[in-house]
């Protein structure tokens, strides 16, 4: 059964790095999704993409954050410069033919900012 | 702006026994409503979806959900829980969109 899979499953790194998250939706999905949990609160959604650029994005994406899809498998999530309080899960996610469509999540990566 | 309410953190049942979930939201118009399941080391499944149509939808797993608009509710049931049903459980709003809005999730227990 297809599956969405990320890399790293835990990234540790220094206050100020960038880091660049991973994640291969199910091949043949055209919409993909970043969403993160911040330990022991909500699952919050970043942002949408679909066509190669942002269709959607919340508050909480701002210009620390940015989407690539490089090639044609994968889907990255980087942060410029990160704080204390970008520790968090980070969630992948992609549905077939439009965001009504069931969205499949990835495992996730576990980010932890020191 | 919309909520989504998941009173209850956690949730204890005897396998075999029936369960309940409780969500309620806050939003004018008709939402879209989703409940989905997280077990450890996993990603987030969609149990069931409500965009329109019959109140009472069936999901995957045994699971079905009842839309009550007088209630603002969108409960999460199941007549007779398995060990494998212990995870963590979200409801899920969107607002004119598809895309969901969490609540902070309930943990179910089961004990044997």
């Known amino acids: 059964e297809p599956e969405v899979t990320q890399t790293p499953s835990h990234q540790v790194t220094q206050m100020g790095q960038e880091v660049i998250l991973r994640c291969v939706p199910i091949s043949n999905h055209l919409y993909f999704y970043w969403y993160r949990q911040i330990l022991g609160q909500k699952v919050e959604f970043l942002v949408s993409f679909y066509n190669n650029e942002i269709s959607e994005k919340s508050e909480i994406f701002d210009d620390q954050f940015s989407v690539e899809r490089p090639d044609g498998s994968n889907f990255t999530l980087k942060i410029r410069s990160t704080k204390l309080e970008d520790s968090a899960m980070y969630f992948c996610a992609s549905s077939r033919d439009s965001p009504g469509d069931e969205q499949f999540f990835g495992p996730g990566t576990r980010l932890t900012v020191l | 702006a919309q909520s989504v309410t998941q009173p209850d953190i956690h949730i204890t049942v005897s396998e075999g026994a029936s369960l309940e979930l409780r969500c309620n939201y806050s939003?004018?118009?008709?939402?879209?409503l989703f409940w989905y399941v997280q077990s450890p080391g996993q990603g987030l499944q969609l149990l069931l979806k409500y965009f329109s149509g019959d109140t009472l939808v069936q999901g995957i797993k045994g699971f079905e959900a009842e839309f009550k608009r007088s209630q603002s509710s969108f409960n999460l049931r199941k007549p007779s829980v398995h060990w494998s049903d212990a995870a963590e459980y979200f409801c899920a709003v969107g607002e004119g969109s598809y895309i969901p809005t969490f609540g902070r999730g309930t943990s179910l227990i089961v004990h044997p």
């Open positions: 939003y004018g118009a008709t939402p879209y």
